[in-house]
């Protein structure tokens, strides 16, 4: 895929003009697949958005979705580019949406937080510093600031989070 491709040649490159750098090539593929999922989402959410006028509101979603996402895990998709596109795809139909019920999706993603969360394969950088009890607390936490924001986008953003973390998706 494109994201992966582009890595794989920057962290050959880095490792070449570098190679007493520590970190060996492979950590730096993988740091540099993170960089551009992070920066390719943010282009492709504000090109999006100025399409549907809601710039404000996709880039609230895609950073309360990477909040949110940081204590509760969930699925990752084999492909950093179809992450980076659905990503985006996510965080430019959410704003579109109306939704007249803020409090029963605010229920649900709470819901699945409490009783899924947190599903983490690979990471152990938050895993470390807080215990499942507390992931799931936080989770729940920042779900539950919604009851007073009363915002349709944070709504849908923790919703679409938590059927991430579902054991529905496999290995």
Not at 11 to 32: F, G, N, T
Not at 57 to 84: P, Q
Not at 95 to 101: E, F, Q, R, Y
Request: net charge positive; hydrophobic share 55%; charged share 15%.
């Amino acid at each position: 895929m494109v994201i992966e491709s582009i890595s794989l040649f920057l962290s050959k490159r880095l490792k070449m003009l570098d190679p007493d750098h520590p970190a060996d090539q492979e950590v730096l593929r993988w740091q540099i697949n993170i960089y551009l999922n992070y920066l390719g989402t943010l282009i492709l959410v504000i090109v999006c958005s100025l399409f549907t006028g809601k710039i404000i509101e996709s880039l609230l979603s895609m950073f309360i979705f990477i909040v949110i996402r940081k204590f509760s895990g969930g699925v990752h998709l084999r492909s950093i580019t179809a992450c980076t596109l659905l990503s985006a795809l996510i965080f430019c139909v959410i704003p579109l949406i109306k939704v007249d019920h803020i409090g029963i999706f605010n229920i649900i993603a709470g819901t699945i937080f409490l009783f899924y969360g947190p599903s983490f394969k690979d990471e152990v950088t938050i895993k470390s510093r807080f215990s499942n009890l507390q992931l799931k607390l936080i989770c729940i936490a920042i779900v539950s600031s919604n009851f007073i924001i009363d915002s349709p986008v944070l709504a849908l953003t923790f919703l679409s989070q938590a059927i991430f973390v579902l054991p529905i998706w496999g290995k």
